[in-house]
């Protein structure tokens, strides 16, 4: 079965910095595509970033690059996205996901809510 | 700026038929975007419907149906169910690695 557990949300002013984490299992890790999405509660669905497969190409919405860094750990099967630099605006439930060939996700984790305010 | 449009709300019998739309702000929608939709209840995950504008998820009742009308994306929910209350969001793929969702449909079955 595949499984998607996010953590690392929390508290964090702005200005401040987080590393979300998502731990990947029941699928091999490694062949696949991972992505973030972000939803403000209340709001829509914003996707956020993507690594491919083996970690070598990165890609970022345009409101978070210079900020968001997105990685890859194949050994340990987990995907992680670190924030600096946060902003109110960032405030959200982050989702992991899995991207599939013809470009959609397929999997979902549970999210982890990122709360950003002084 | 590129906006995908999905209708804010929606309301559908039960038994009904209902087509939500996934539209451009500028330019139409074809299955060069790979168009995917996804269903979210309150307080949980996104659960994938539709890839790839008419391929329904493993899982996926058939009464779900994706096509492209006109110049968007549509998902067809025919027979609607009480458990089809939610909201529905398209993805389209923008090109060079870029994802954009739409706003989300409000379902209400009534």
């Known amino acids: 079965e595949v499984q998607l557990v996010e953590s690392g949300g929390g508290l964090v002013q702005p200005g401040g910095s987080l590393r979300l984490s998502c731990a990947a299992s029941?699928?091999?890790?490694?062949?696949?595509?991972m992505h973030w999405v972000r939803q403000v509660p209340g709001k829509g669905l914003v996707w956020v970033s993507c690594?491919?497969?083996?970690?070598?190409?990165?890609c970022y919405v345009d409101s978070v690059k210079g900020r968001f860094t997105i990685s890859r750990d194949n050994a340990k099967n987990t995907l992680y996205l670190q924030m600096n630099s946060l902003r109110a605006e960032d405030t959200a439930v982050y989702y992991c996901?899995?991207?599939?060939?013809?470009?959609?996700?397929?999997?979902w984790g549970q999210g982890t809510l990122v709360t950003v305010s002084s | 700026q590129t906006v995908v449009t999905q209708e804010p709300s929606f309301s559908v019998s039960p038994g009904g038929t209902v087509t939500l739309t996934c539209g451009l702000s500028?330019?139409?929608?074809?299955?060069?975007?790979?168009p995917s939709w996804y269903q979210q209840t309150p307080g949980q995950a996104p659960r994938t419907l539709i890839s790839?504008?008419?391929t329904r998820s493993s899982g996926v009742p058939d009464r779900f149906s994706g096509s492209i009308l006109g110049n968007k994306a549509a998902l067809t929910i025919t027979g609607a169910q009480a458990d089809d209350e939610s909201d529905y969001y398209c993805a389209l793929y923008m090109g060079s690695v870029s994802w954009v969702f739409g706003g989300g449909t409000k379902l209400t079955v009534v």
């Open positions: 996901t899995r991207g599939r060939t013809g470009n959609y996700f397929d999997y």
């Open positions: 500028s330019g139409s929608v074809s299955s060069s975007y790979y």
């Open positions: 790839s504008t008419n």
């Open positions: 690594i491919k497969s083996d970690g070598s190409s990165t």
């Open positions: 029941g699928f091999t890790f490694s062949n696949y595509w």
